[in-house]
């Protein structure tokens, strides 16, 4: 390759997948210094990011976890990915960013995982154990995101203990890049209604998102972000179609904020946040119905990503198939994917060079 100069060089290898690069790697150490200098990987990152890899995770009750990428033009075709670690161990998968995995153990999530899929690499973090002996532990989560003005990947913990007359809430965040976790001073007044709430947070714009309330035992009324660069919460506007007593969740879809709330579990509303933070910006993308879907019982439901086409939406229907809605005709599709017997999630996922 030194008859390629170096810019064009830069241009073609940050086109390739990651299993090429890594042999690549092995051909001089002018190719293993680019490679793995962080300015390429940053940019062989962005490339990655222009398409969208779906990859699914399955499991049986009390089993291990797998993971397979998914191709909806061959659904059925996909191959498991070897894990490089016991998946018994981390059987919960916490979400993903860019090509990292983030897993745990149960209970309380003593260990949380970050694998690299591609380039099978995995790091065991150690968390923060900090609950009180005589407190009640309401609620632990942890949420993998990236910081885009640090350049770093982190995972944020929040650890609410107390009851229904006090609350004490904790958050932790983990930084890749310096390898240790810190505690946020400001202070975190909000609850969480899990009965109205599905899954976790998520991470749009270099932020973690949930739903929350101001008091107990109220619903999701409020939607509150944590900045991963400044380490701060600010509430974020909330699409119209909020209702206290509605079953919400949240989602990403194309990079953008989606509300996703649930109209006695027979229609299904997805409200997507058009510009990052501006209220006027929410508009609804998506109208589940028994007029537009054959199953009409909605247990959960998560935008995922759109087609090629950009004309529709893939979503993933109660951990079992994928509803393919088509936004101008307002109609819907149904594959089934895998064993009915295994409940997936699917992820989307783009493939780095990130090191753990």
Not at 100 to 129: E, G, H
Not at 241 to 269: A, Q
Request: aromatic share 10%; net charge positive.
């Amino acid at each position: 390759m030194s008859d390629v100069p170096p810019d064009a060089l830069v241009n073609i290898l940050s086109r390739l997948p990651v299993k090429s690069l890594l042999r690549c790697r092995s051909l001089s150490k002018t190719e293993r210094a680019l490679i793995d200098s962080p300015h390429f990987v940053n940019l062989h990152t962005k490339q990655s990011m222009k398409t969208d890899k779906l990859l699914v995770s399955s499991k049986r009750s009390h089993s291990s976890t797998s993971f397979r990428p998914l191709n909806l033009d061959s659904p059925q075709t996909s191959v498991e990915l070897e894990t490089p670690f016991d998946t018994t161990r981390f059987p919960n998968v916490l979400g993903t960013c860019h090509g990292l995995v983030c897993l745990s153990n149960m209970p309380f999530d003593r260990f949380i995982v970050l694998w690299n899929p591609a380039t099978q690499k995995y790091k065991v973090i150690l968390t923060p154990m900090v609950y009180p002996s005589s407190s009640n532990v309401l609620i632990a989560f942890n949420q993998v995101g990236y910081d885009h003005v640090n350049d770093d990947y982190k995972v944020v913990r929040l650890i609410q203990t107390g009851g229904y007359v006090w609350l004490n809430s904790m958050v932790f965040v983990y930084s890749l890049k310096l390898n240790m976790w810190r505690l946020v001073e400001q202070r975190f007044p909000y609850y969480f209604n899990l009965a109205l709430c599905q899954g976790q947070g998520v991470c749009v714009n270099s932020a973690l998102h949930w739903l929350v309330s101001k008091k107990p035992h109220l619903g999701n009324d409020l939607l509150v972000s944590f900045d991963l660069a400044s380490q701060s919460f600010r509430l974020v506007p909330h699409p119209e179609c909020f209702n206290s007593d509605m079953i919400t969740s949240l989602g990403v879809l194309g990079g953008c904020l989606c509300v996703v709330g649930y109209r006695e579990l027979r229609s299904i509303d997805v409200w997507v946040m058009g510009e990052y933070g501006l209220k006027e910006s929410w508009s609804k993308l998506v109208a589940l119905t028994p007029g537009n879907v054959s199953r009409c019982v909605f247990l959960s439901v998560r935008p995922i990503t759109y087609l090629k086409n950009g004309k529709e939406v893939v979503l993933e229907v109660n951990q079992q198939w994928f509803e393919i809605y088509d936004i101008e005709k307002k109609t819907s599709r149904q594959i089934m994917i895998g064993d009915a017997s295994r409940r997936i999630s699917t992820y989307v996922y783009q493939e780095t060079l990130v090191r753990l």
